[in-house]
């Protein structure tokens, strides 16, 4: 699901590209500002297929990106965040179908091609106990570009920190 194919045939990741050509790629002056203010911490971005998916593709990419640089540690951290979530879910002993079928997941979270909100970045980040950046280009009149931070600021710093780029309808990975 991933590396798949868009649907207009490009790659749904694409290589890195220099920070510096992002500014071309909007029309917004306020953007364009805010792209070339990012140049003075981050260097490279990475495209992600505009297909409603973006924000959960770029987040499991980046973060499994940033897991081979970690110490080992990080991966066992992991399972054993996700271990007891599993445990938990089983012990609600639900029909099989449940979890599948569940009113606003059903239709909100399940489903591919589904923009991500706020109460979607929040869960994520919680469950996984993954720290993570969103940096904001919008065309607000807010000078410098907008930056969430997400996650427990005490998290071990083995822990890697995803960092997406958002501008209004769209998420790219930035570095």
């Not at 959960?56 to 973060?63: A, C, D, L, V």
């Not at 970690?70 to 089983?90: A, C, D, M, S």
Request: charged share 25%; proline share 7%; net charge negative.
């Amino acid at each position: 699901m991933v590396l798949q194919t868009s649907q207009n045939g490009g790659p749904k990741i694409h290589e890195k590209e220099p920070l510096s050509s992002l500014e071309s790629e909007f029309v917004y002056d306020a953007m364009k500002d805010k792209s070339n203010k990012l140049l003075a911490n981050y260097s490279e971005y990475r495209k992600v297929a505009g297909d409603g998916s973006c924000f959960y593709r770029s987040f499991i990419y980046s973060y499994l990106e940033l897991l081979v640089k970690v110490p080992h540690e990080e991966e066992l951290r992991l399972i054993g965040t996700l271990e007891p979530l599993l445990e938990k879910f089983q012990r609600l002993d639900l029909p099989g179908s449940y979890y599948h079928g569940h009113d606003w997941c059903r239709g909100k979270v399940i489903p591919m091609h589904k923009d991500a909100f706020e109460v979607h970045v929040v869960a994520l980040t919680d469950v996984l106990q993954v720290p993570f950046r969103i940096v904001n280009v919008d065309i607000s009149r807010i000078a410098e570009p907008n930056t969430h931070i997400f996650g427990s600021p005490d998290a071990s710093p083995s822990v890697p920190c995803v960092t997406l780029m958002y501008r209004p309808g769209h998420y790219d990975i930035i570095y």
